[in-house]
Structures are given as structure tokens and as C-alpha cells.
């Protein structure tokens, strides 16, 4: 019985040691300063700049296989590490890193050209002639526009940009102006929801 409560002790101990380390381990990690690297501040941390527009089609200048990137400014006191492996602590007016943003990919084809021609000529097939559909364009002229109702149709698919043209490309939409984001579930966004929760 007494070696039972001798074995008992020591593994209390060593308990107590083991709790006693993590516990000082942890002590020692929280007031020393090891800087993660600028990318992984949290958003509240810094501030990105706002893209430089192109005027011809209202994406960012830099935009190229459809990310553009845009400079961060972390902000004033947050110390972290720079590409290059570099602590720097910053005041709040120096770029620490770039953050890429979601672009589009457009040609010539504006979006308020093809509403236009859909609500004001669409009963003669315009509207399908500037996209790029030249056989359902010649078809809406023969058949003046569905008797209307291919007009009317064609007005809200292209409104809603659910139309768009015949190259797959986006519309131009001015960049901070009426675009539309189709969001779509399918299998594999329904697993990842499963997953995050």
C-alpha cells in the first residue's frame, strides 16, 4: 500500500513539473516579440490602397490572368516581417506588403451600350448584333423582336448580365458601378461549409 501511494506522488510531481513548464514556456512566448510576417496581419491590422483604374476598361491597371494587386500599409506600431525576412516596425505610411484582388476579364463591349440598344432597339435585334450573335440578331430584325416578347427577354437577360458577349468576356462596367457576382452552391462549396463549421 505504501509503494502505491509512492507511485502516486511521483506522478503528481512530475504533473506538477509538466504544468509548471508549459505554464512558464507560455509566460516567456507572450512577452518576447516574434514577428509573423506582414501577409498574415489581420484585417484590422492595415489598410490596402484602392486600385488604380484603367478609364478603357474600369479594372486595375495591373490586372493580368485576372488577379491585380494592390499595396497594404500596416498599421502605425505593428511590427512584422517583410518579404525578405526583415522585422519592421511601421508608422502607418509604409507599404509592408502587396494583397492580390479579384479582376475581370473585358474586351470592348459596354454594359450601358448593350442596355441601350436592348431597351431602345431591341425589337430590331441590336442589341444581339453589338454582342456578337449575328444569326439570333438577324432572327429578332425578321421577326420583329419575337412579336416583343424576345425584346422583353432579351432586355432582362442583358440587364441582369446574365447575356453577356459572344467572346466570354465581361462587360465594361465602371468599377465601382452596378456589377453582378453569380454565386453558385454546387457539391463542393456545400463540403467546404461543412468543413469550416
Request: charged share 15%; aromatic share 14%; proline share 5%.
Amino acid at each position: 500500500m505504501a509503494s502505491l501511494w509512492s507511485v502516486l506522488s511521483y506522478i503528481r510531481s512530475k504533473q506538477l513539473a509538466i504544468i509548471l513548464f508549459s505554464f512558464c514556456w507560455t509566460l516567456i512566448h507572450s512577452f518576447s516579440e516574434d514577428a509573423e510576417s506582414c501577409e498574415s496581419l489581420l484585417p484590422g491590422q492595415y489598410l490596402c490602397k484602392s486600385p488604380k483604374i484603367d478609364d478603357a476598361t474600369q479594372e486595375p491597371e495591373n490586372c493580368k490572368d485576372l488577379v491585380a494587386w494592390v499595396e497594404c500599409l500596416p498599421a502605425p506600431n505593428i511590427s512584422c516581417l517583410l518579404s525578405n525576412g526583415t522585422k519592421y516596425k511601421f508608422s502607418g505610411y509604409e507599404v509592408g506588403f502587396n494583397k492580390s484582388i479579384p479582376c475581370r476579364n473585358v474586351s470592348t463591349y459596354s454594359y450601358k451600350v448593350a442596355v441601350a440598344l436592348s431597351l431602345f432597339l431591341g425589337w430590331l435585334g441590336a442589341d444581339r448584333f453589338y454582342l456578337g450573335y449575328p444569326a439570333l440578331g438577324l432572327l429578332k430584325f425578321c421577326t420583329v423582336g419575337f412579336c416583343g416578347i424576345g425584346s422583353l427577354v432579351d432586355f432582362m437577360l442583358i440587364s441582369m448580365q446574365i447575356v453577356g458577349p459572344s467572346d466570354g468576356s465581361d462587360y465594361i462596367v465602371d468599377y465601382y458601378g452596378p456589377r453582378l457576382m453569380r454565386l453558385s452552391i454546387t457539391n463542393e462549396t456545400y463540403r467546404r461549409t461543412q468543413i469550416t463549421l
